[in-house]
Structure formats: structure tokens, C-alpha cells
């Protein structure tokens, strides 16, 4: 391929080789697992100042006001009660909560952090605002003060990293491995972790979902609730059957103020109803993933 | 005075807070919302359900002005009829101006003694009026004189506000608002006047954002309201919910969807322990249950 390098930073290409799932050598799971699932859970501070990431009701004849009161309230209500719905699956279900959470949210939202916390939750870096990483005035301060406040709140430094909007530019795995970040999840490029070259140590890449997302299945695709589980569902059966001979990950993104609202969680909580009770799924978090990936995959090229 | 919102309500978390009580008996209650409002053909047309040929928006906007109008010659009659034939009691929001271009729909609302509540002079934001201060109230002041009743509750259009909307709202005698979405219980919010009580409105139990923004199918009308009941109707038992659910007559008011939205209101009323309330009773239940 002959696209022109950036200055900074490298080419996806450059960072992994294309390599075909049916060709690798098979991965195997503790106990004889076929599949790992993880559930990653997305807090956001919006600040009512800027713009806001999402809409939910939009102004009459369109446009985008300023201040935006009435979605910032939509957040808000995701995390003054929606939150302490989903928090209620995991816990019935047992389900290690990942934690993917704005800097600035960690202040905003004591009481959702707390929580966490006691439930020895992971938390990973989501930016230190709800801002693309391309427009933030430096990439690695903000990256570093996510780790920072997130150490301060839990008292360990995230491993994980995971950008808003999976936004990056041409450097950001770069940063990230400087900055002691283990593993990233915004390449949703494959079903098994796969390691990637950065300019210093390789940082490891865990699969994500773009689609097993309630951001573009109910905000974008505009589905009713129930296509969470249906979809859900579909895509675990078909990654189950895959995993035969060789393990896989699934991943299951939820953000409260969509599926904390109250016609959407039994949907979320279904889901869990259905797979939790599978001997051969492991439900983890990202660094198990991780430190199981770095102990039997294949060694970074 | 421009306020962050965080500094007119604190964060809170709805779990560990002092417990609401509703009278016996009750632990849910359903507040159903009929907007009215105005759309001026000299703008841009509130909403639409029909683009034009190209997509580039064109005024006069005829086919999408009929749209609403349709709502108001034909939809709010049959919302009237859903209405007392349940027997229920709706908050009617409405754009003042309403008053004067449609004063036979706010003559049924007010003789049967319906809630009004104002909602701006026109279908147009907050942020797109030269002097807030003045319309809002004008609005109260239109909507009091037509009725002999100064409203006690406001929703803005589009539920926008700016920082300072909300003084504005306090000083023209607003009680309370539905703009700000945030919690399933009321709140007290900090303005430089009065403080004014936000109820717990809802943005996905709404016409607007279920059909003309999500596309839903008109069942979804149906079956995302009882999803969403049936989660507040469980947690009832611990602390009290509002369900809020609003209707605008162009939506659904329309034949395809009367019928989900009557069998929504029925089923949902027909169950242990659950009324309907307008706004300015549950107004003053929450003023009562604080104390």
C-alpha cells in the first residue's frame, strides 16, 4: 500500500499485519471456555458550555442551541438514576463491571465511582473529557490525566484505555504504551486481542463492539429497545459457534442515561438471563482478557 | 444572573435520599402531557414529515404546516375524546399564541377544566428571542387572561432554556417546570428569585422523539410505554414514581396511532395503585410530601 505516512504516528498497517482468524493458531480458554465476555460501561460529564455529544430531543426547527439544557439533563438522569438500574444486573448477576470513565466524571459523580470501587470494578481511561482525541489541545496530557485521576479515585492506575467516540489520531497507541496504558479497545478490527506496534513497547488491542452498542443501535439506528437483546443474542450465538476449536471475545457496551432508562434495562438484563448460566463463557473484565492474551497468545512481533 | 446548572441543583443520586410519600394507596402516578402549539408559515416549520424533493427546506413550507394544522382541525379532538373517555385530566401545554389563533381548542380544554400550562408565545427557542424576559411573560399573561387562571407551570419549546432562563420563569410566577429531564422525582431548582420545582418529565415516552426523531413503528408507542411502566411500577414499591408521557395532536392524534396511544393510557391506568395527576397536583403533593 502506498498511502502517504503521517509525520507523526503510523499507518494502521504499519501497526498490525492483516492476518485471517481461520489461519492463526487456536487460542484456548481456561477449563475448556469457548468464549469471554465483557460489558463495559460508559460515564460521561458533558459540560453544559459546549456542544453536546448526543441529542436526544432536538430544538424546534432544528440547529443546535447554546446552552443545550435539555440534553445535558438527558445525561444527567443516566447518571443520578439510570446508573443504579444497571448497576442492579451486574450485581444480580454477578457480572466484573469495567468501568470507562471521563476524567472530569470521576469528580462529577462521587457516589457512581464509590460504587464501583466497592464492587472492584476496572476502571479504564475514556479522556479526560467527552471530547474527540483530535480535537483535544494535547493528546498526551489528557491522556495522562486520565490515568492520574482515576489512580487518585481507585488507587490503581488504569491498564485500559478506551478513547470518546474510539476516536484517535496517528499517534494515540503510541502515547498510550508510553504513558503504561497495557491494553486499548478502539480498534474494532477482530474477534481474539491482537497486539500492536507502537514507536516503544507493543500495546495490546482488545476486541470492542461498534454494534453491541446502545450509542449506534438506539441513538444512531434509532431501534426499538428490544434489538439490544435480539442483537445481542445474534451476535453471541454466531461468536459461540466461531469459538469452536479456538476462543473469541465478545464485548457489550451500554452507557446509563440509554439503557439505564426505564424501558430499555429489562432488555439489558434479559441478555444475562440468557448467557450468564453457560459453564463455557467467562465473563471478565479487559485486564483479565489481557494478562490471559499476554500468558498464551502469541508473542508481539 | 446565568447559572451552571450544577450550581441551580447539586448532583444526587436517587438511592439513600430522604423518602417521598404518596397518599395511601397510590404509588404511581401517570402525568399525561397534550401540547398545543403554533407554527408561524412565515418560518421554518417546528418539525417535519415530509422533506421536499431534494431535501433543501423551502418556505412557505405548506405540506408540513398542514401537518401540524391537521393536528389541530382533526388530531386534538380525537385526543379529547381518548381523554374523557378515561376520564383523565391532562396538563395542556400551549403556546400562548394558541389562544388567539385556536381559541375553540383552549375553550374545550378550559371547560373541561383542564391544567394549562404555558409553553412560550410561539414554537420557537429560547435562545432565538430577543427578549426572554418579555415573553415569557406575555405568554403567562395571554394564557391568564383567556383563562382566568395565570399558569403555574412551564415547559420551554424544545424544553430549551438559557443560563438565565429559569430567573425569568421564577419572576413571571412559573411554580414549575418539565424542561429539565433529570431525575425520576421532582427537585427544587436554585433561581435568583423563587425556587422553581422541576417535575420529572420524559423525553422517550414522548410522540416527538418516539416518531419523528427514533422513526419508531406506532406500536412502539405501546409497547416502549409499558416496558417503561413496568420498571417504574416495580420500584414503586420502595420509593414513588411520576410517569410522564406527552402528546402532540399531529402525532398522536393520527389514525394509525390513537389506537396505540388509548390502549397505552387504559392498560397502564388499570393497574393496583396508579393515577393520573396533572402537573399542578403533583405540584402539590411534592411541596406537601418535603415538608
Known amino acids: ?301 | 444572573m446565568p447559572m451552571h446548572p450544577r450550581e441551580r441543583l447539586a448532583f444526587s443520586p436517587i438511592e439513600g435520599r430522604p423518602l417521598l410519600k404518596f397518599p395511601k394507596g397510590i404509588r404511581l402516578v401517570i402525568w399525561p402531557v397534550l401540547a398545543l402549539e403554533e407554527w408561524d408559515m412565515s418560518r421554518p416549520m417546528a418539525r417535519m414529515v415530509i422533506s421536499p424533493p431534494q431535501g433543501q427546506p423551502m418556505l412557505p413550507d405548506h405540506p408540513n404546516w398542514s401537518w401540524h394544522e391537521y393536528g389541530m382541525r382533526v388530531g386534538f379532538w380525537r385526543l379529547q375524546t381518548m381523554m374523557l373517555k378515561l376520564g383523565i385530566s391532562p396538563t395542556v401545554t400551549l403556546n400562548a399564541r394558541v389562544c388567539e389563533t385556536y381559541p375553540t381548542v383552549v375553550k374545550a380544554c378550559t371547560d373541561h377544566g383542564w391544567e394549562l400550562n404555558a409553553h412560550g408565545y410561539d414554537q420557537v427557542p429560547m435562545h432565538k428571542l430577543d427578549d426572554q424576559r418579555a415573553v415569557i411573560m406575555k405568554s403567562m399573561d395571554v394564557i391568564e387572561k383567556f383563562s382566568g387562571k395565570r399558569p403555574r407551570g412551564w415547559f420551554g419549546p424544545g424544553l430549551t432554556q438559557t443560563f438565565d432562563t429559569l430567573d425569568y420563569l421564577s419572576e413571571a410566577g412559573v411554580e414549575y417546570i418539565g424542561d429539565w429531564v433529570l431525575d425520576d422525582e421532582p427537585v427544587m431548582l436554585k433561581t435568583t428569585h423563587k425556587p422553581v420545582v422541576a417535575l420529572p418529565y420524559n423525553f422517550e415516552i414522548h410522540d416527538i422523539v418516539m416518531m419523528a426523531l427514533q422513526h419508531l413503528p406506532s406500536d412502539q408507542w405501546h409497547s416502549r410505554a409499558l416496558d417503561h411502566f413496568r420498571t417504574l411500577y416495580e420500584e414503586s414499591t420502595e420509593r414513588p414514581k411520576v410517569m410522564a408521557m406527552a402528546c402532540h395532536p399531529y402525532l398522536s392524534g393520527v389514525p394509525h396511532r390513537i389506537g396505540h396511544v388509548e390502549r397505552t393510557f387504559a392498560e397502564l391506568l388499570a393497574h393496583d395503585g396508579v393515577v393520573a395527576w396533572d402537573g399542578a397536583k403533583i405540584l402539590d403533593w411534592y411541596l406537601a410530601a418535603r415538608k
Open chain 1, 1 to 301: 500500500m502506498n498511502f502517504p505516512k503521517p509525520a507523526v504516528g503510523m499507518l494502521p498497517n504499519d501497526r498490525l499485519d492483516y492476518s485471517a482468524i481461520t489461519t492463526r493458531k487456536p487460542l484456548k480458554l481456561p477449563k475448556g471456555a469457548r468464549l469471554v465476555v465483557w460489558t463495559i460501561t460508559n460515564v460521561e460529564e458533558w459540560d453544559p458550555t459546549q456542544t453536546m455529544p448526543r441529542t436526544v430531543l432536538t430544538p424546534p426547527a432544528g440547529g443546535s442551541p447554546m446552552p443545550d439544557i435539555p440534553n445535558w439533563c438527558w445525561h444527567e438522569y443516566g447518571n443520578r438514576v439510570g446508573f443504579w438500574r444497571l448497576l442492579q444486573v451486574y450485581d444480580d448477576f454477578k457480572i466484573p463491571g469495567v468501568m470507562n470513565i471521563n476524567g472530569v466524571a470521576v469528580k462529577a459523580y462521587p457516589d457512581v465511582v464509590k460504587a464501583c470501587v466497592d464492587r472492584n470494578w476496572e476502571f479504564i481511561g475514556h479522556g479526560y473529557t467527552q471530547r474527540n482525541m483530535q480535537k483535544v489541545e494535547n493528546e498526551r496530557t489528557d491522556i495522562r490525566k486520565s490515568a492520574e485521576v482515576l489512580e487518585e479515585a481507585t488507587g490503581k492506575r488504569p491498564r485500559g484505555w478506551l478513547g470518546p467516540g474510539l476516536t484517535e489520531t496517528w499517534e494515540t497507541p503510541d502515547i498510550l504504551a508510553e504513558e503504561g496504558y497495557d491494553y486499548v479497545a478502539d480498534w474494532v478490527l477482530d474477534d481474539q486481542p491482537v497486539w500492536m506496534k507502537t514507536r516503544g513497547k507493543p500495546i495490546l488491542n482488545i476486541p470492542y463492539t461498534q454494534e453491541c452498542n446502545d450509542v449506534a443501535m438506539m441513538l444512531i439506528q434509532h431501534h426499538r429497545a428490544s434489538e439490544f437483546y435480539e442483537r445481542a443474542m445474534d451476535q453471541f450465538e454466531q461468536i459461540y459457534r466461531d469459538a469452536k476449536g479456538s476462543a473469541r471475545v465478545m464485548a457489550i457496551s451500554v452507557h446509563p442515561y440509554i439503557m439505564g432508562a426505564p424501558h430499555r434495562v429489562k432488555y439489558f438484563r434479559k441478555i444475562y438471563e440468557k448467557i450468564r448460566k453457560k459453564r463455557d463463557v467467562l465473563f471478565w473484565t479487559g485486564s483479565q482478557i489481557a494478562d490471559w492474551y499476554t500468558k498464551v497468545g502469541p508473542k508481539p512481533a
